[in-house]
């Protein structure tokens, strides 16, 4: 009979726990006890059927309490190690001694330097330029008073110079090619006069006839009939000078007086009047007439005579002789004006200027026998250079002088030296370094043409062995001064000694500085304090 209740259906968990626990008793006393065995049995069927689960649960737990406990208890062997470590000592460095040196190192060309071609000017030459001898070979030399070729005949002179011949000198020219050319023959023994004299004047002249003498030539040919316009030029002066000399004695003469003649033949004129007067004042003596007339002729007699005392007018004879004076000064002058013309020249087209010199031949397009037109040759410094660029900051340092080193083909290091240093050209950043190489073998130079090596150049060195220090170990007094922290003792040591150095600074290279005590001693191997 139905209470009014509807039963819930069981739930799937209710299912289990009663197939877990079996079936509920019906009376309230079963009901307790059945509920505290039953609730045993559930934990004892839970316990029995989950073993392994609360067996790893209970090893989780043990593992866990117990790092807690040797974290708690027991100290980390690095922790121990880290504790029982000594405090950090002081950084330091020994004193160094040994030569100091700052150098900058590029990239350098190995060559012959200094390229450039041949030009020879033909344009005084009357009839074609043939080249007619002394064709050079591949390889030759070009030294100073070598002739570089012949031309028509003629030689074209190796001279040291930078400026090309552009014209020729002659007497009276003038100008900074005058001076080259007197340069030159200073160089090769040949007196032509003071190089800071800018004339070409006769001695420069003559000095042209001793350089071909010394080269085997002939001078140049001079001015057209030249000695037979000095020649003529000779005569109209010795004319001249007949023409001063007769000239000065007529004024000799003149101003000399009257001669022992004249004075005796006036005063032979005043006796003689002087008798007629008084034979008429005797004879006539009525004659008015007469006796005046002869009393006339008495006073022109002595007036004669007086003027013969006073002296002769010489004006005549002056004006001869000023005038034969300047026809002798035009003379001479004519005869300078032709010597002149008649010294010797020398052509643009007989000198070649080369600067350098020795150079080497390494083309030649002249062949003998055909006209010479465009260039001749190309030379180049007939001893291998060493060319390449620095960045400015670093040309500045470097100086004509300096010494460098660059490596063999078989690794050995070479020496060189700095020869020229410019900026580059057209305001590009880097500037050109030229070198030149110690003597070097005919094989090295076959191995190294062409080639690029390391060049090392020193822009800075010591004086013999120093004392050097790192820059760190420098540090600024109170003064100012600079001063270096010597250990006294074990650096590792935190309470080491140390003592303060005030030393002086020289170069600097490397990271390390020169540097020598003047308060305090410093010694080789001494450690300085770099750091703590």
Request: proline residues 5%.
């Amino acid at each position: 009979m139905s209470d009014g209740r509807t039963d819930a259906p069981a739930s799937p968990d209710d299912a289990a726990f009663d197939e877990l626990i079996g079936d509920p008793v019906p009376d309230a006393a079963t009901n307790a006890d059945a509920a505290t065995g039953g609730r045993r049995t559930v934990w004892r069927s839970i316990a029995t059927r989950n073993r392994a689960l609360w067996i790893t649960a209970a090893v989780a737990v043990i593992a866990l309490v117990g790092g807690l406990l040797l974290g708690r208890f027991v100290m980390p062997a690095a922790s121990a190690a880290a504790e029982d470590a000594p405090a950090p000592g002081l950084v330091t460095v020994p004193v160094a001694f040994g030569a100091l040196s700052n150098d900058v190192t590029i990239r350098g060309d190995v060559g012959f330097a200094d390229p450039v071609e041949v030009k020879i000017d033909t344009s005084a030459i009357s009839g074609p330029a043939v080249v007619t001898g002394q064709v050079p070979e591949v390889g030759a030399q070009l030294s100073p008073l070598s002739v570089a070729l012949e031309v028509a005949g003629r030689p074209v002179i190796t001279l040291p110079g930078d400026l090309p011949a552009y014209r020729t000198l002659r007497f009276g020219v003038s100008g900074p090619d005058v001076v080259q050319f007197k340069e030159a023959m200073r160089a090769v023994g040949i007196d032509a006069g003071d190089p800071a004299n800018a004339a070409f004047d006769e001695q420069a002249a003559n000095a042209v006839t001793a350089l071909y003498a010394a080269v085997g030539y002939t001078g140049p040919e001079g001015e057209e009939d030249g000695e037979g316009a000095v020649r003529a030029a000779n005569e109209g002066v010795r004319s001249a000078e007949q023409a001063v000399t007769s000239a000065r004695s007529a004024l000799d003469a003149a101003r000399g007086g009257a001669s022992p003649v004249e004075i005796r033949e006036a005063d032979n004129g005043i006796s003689s009047a002087r008798r007629q007067l008084d034979n008429l004042r005797t004879t006539q003596p009525d004659d008015t007439v007469a006796i005046g007339d002869a009393e006339d002729a008495l006073a022109l007699a002595q007036l004669r005579r007086e003027q013969l005392n006073a002296g002769r007018d010489t004006s005549a004879e002056r004006a001869a002789v000023d005038a034969a004076v300047s026809q002798l000064s035009q003379a001479q002058d004519d005869l300078a004006r032709a010597r002149q013309e008649a010294l010797p020249a020398l052509p643009a087209g007989e000198v070649l200027y080369l600067s350098e010199l020795p150079r080497r031949v390494d083309a030649v397009t002249a062949e003998r026998g055909s006209i010479l037109a465009g260039a001749a040759m190309t030379v180049s410094g007939a001893t291998v250079a060493l060319t390449g660029s620095a960045a400015e900051a670093d040309a500045k340092l470097l100086t004509t002088g300096a010494t460098a080193t660059f490596a063999l083909p078989d690794g050995a290091e070479h020496a060189a030296t700095v020869t020229e240093v410019s900026p580059g050209a057209d305001g590009e950043a880097r500037w050109k370094v030229t070198l030149q190489p110690a003597e070097l073998s005919a094989e090295q130079i076959a191995q190294l043409q062409g080639s690029n090596v390391r060049v090392v150049i020193a822009v800075g060195a010591t004086a013999g062995e120093v004392l050097s220090v790192p820059a760190a170990a420098l540090t600024a007094g109170p003064g100012g001064e600079t001063r270096v922290e010597v250990v006294e003792g074990d650096p590792r040591d935190a309470d080491a000694r140390t003592r303060l150095v005030v030393v002086e600074t020289g170069l600097s290279a490397g990271g390390a500085v020169e540097v020598r005590a003047t308060e305090g001693e410093l010694n080789e191997d001494d450690l300085v304090v770099v750091g703590r």
